[in-house]
């Protein structure tokens, strides 16, 4: 009988192995290269030339070019040292272009530098299962007059402005942008110099379950490092806004994100909602990035909207941000403000979206003014985190944002203060604030193998 129940299992597993098999036997590899008889001078020659699943092994050199995708492929070079896409006076170096080939999926573009896009130096919309990775994605969002506005009409002159694009009037997407983007990956990537880093955003559907992991985004001066910002619905772009579709569900594992957003303000990685209709960023996991000399702190969590502006309310829901190193991060800003140099800053602004089930646990601050501030209705959960940042451990900084819906907790016990008598005594950090729990505390710093034995009983 268990035979009998598990032998229809195997049929669809078979058709999946042949399937796939099917294809890499059908696949054929198109070689770029200028310099070579039987090759393509140019990407785009060979992608416009190659059936699904292709491969195209793109020669060293440089090429200047706007290279589109719309058939599932994999563009290869011979590394991000030798193998450029100069986009110079040209929108962006790579587009994936899942909008006008509905169910794009499985592309993969890696071993480039791409650089001098007047925009994104890759943008993908509208696609899933496509990998990034091993490039180097440098000096782009070169078109003039990038001042941030808070406007939902886009970057002037940007492709997809107002389209699949909103509210991009700060950072034009950076180096690289996943718009309505699923089941994705990006991988081994160093992005410096972009107006940001990655941003992941829904204006044209949900974008949920992608990874980024093992990049070093650094030095984007404008915006975030890392963002995940839930942005109006293509063709929403002026009240009334439509519900956002979401960004959910993501993983930002292993990263190192340093020195962004100090012109304009920018963190480590955000979260957040733009005031513009109802947005959804939820299930998302930050977890073992090093986060350093950021604008807007290490991780920012901002919601905008809510009750007390007669508005629905943000989801922000079930979020979590465990096991980071943060350090030497700058204050938030404006409705999200911070009393200083920060390492997480949870804040529903003045809109009062109550942020709920964010954890908050094993990550070590320090250098900072305030470790962890808190601005939100709803209870907060701060554990087993070391929070050595030397000043403040944990702020309420509702009555700072001047917020009028201030009616949240803050239960930060069993953290570890910098010294064994915990907040407030000598060589510790305190709190700052009504309504934070801080008792019982840590001893000592939690040692790695997570021994919970130290805590004050």
Known sequence: MLVNRFRPLLIPCCVVLYMSLAQTLAAATLCVNPHRSGCYATIQAAVNHASAYDVISVAAGTYKEYVTV?????????GAESTIVDAAN????????????HGLAEVTIAGFTVENALFEGILVVSASQVTIRNNHINDNDTSPGLIFTAATTGCPDQPGSGTYETDETGDCGGALHLVGTS????SGTLMTGNADGVLISDETAESHDNLLI?????????????????????GHASPPYAPHYGVNNNTVAENVSSGNGVKIGGSGVGLFSDGNGSGTVAGNLIVRNTLIGNGLGGVALHT???PAFGLPLDNFYGNVIIGNFIAKNL????????????????????????????????????????????????????????????????ADVCAFDKATVCTGSIDATYNYWGCHDGPGAAGCTTVSGSDISFAPWLRKPLPDDEDRSQHDD
């Not at 089941?183 to 990006?186: C, F, Q, R, T, Y």
């Not at 984007?220 to 839930?230: F, H, K, R, T």
């Not at 938030?332 to 390492?343: C, K, M, R, Y």
Request: proline letters at 8%; one cysteine or more; charged letters at 15%.
């Open 90 to 101: 040209l929108p962006h170096g790579f587009f994936v272009d899942g909008f006008d080939h």
């Open 214 to 234: 093992h990049n070093t985004v650094k030095d984007n001066p404008l915006e975030c490092g890392i963002v995940l910002a839930s942005h109006p619905p293509a």
């Open 304 to 306: 905008h909207v809510g």
């Open 331 to 394: 204050p938030d800003q404006g409705d999200t403000a911070t009393p200083g140099n920060v390492g997480i800053n949870i804040n529903s602004g003045g809109g009062g979206t109550p942020v709920r089930g964010t954890v908050i646990s094993y990550n070590v601050i320090r250098d900072e003014d305030v470790d962890i501030a808190v601005n939100t209705p709803g209870e907060v959960d701060i554990h087993l985190n070391d929070l050595g940042g030397d000043k403040i451990g944990v």
């Open 70 to 78: 719309g058939i599932p492929v994999s563009i290869v070079g011979a």
């Open 183 to 186: 089941h994705s990956i990006v």
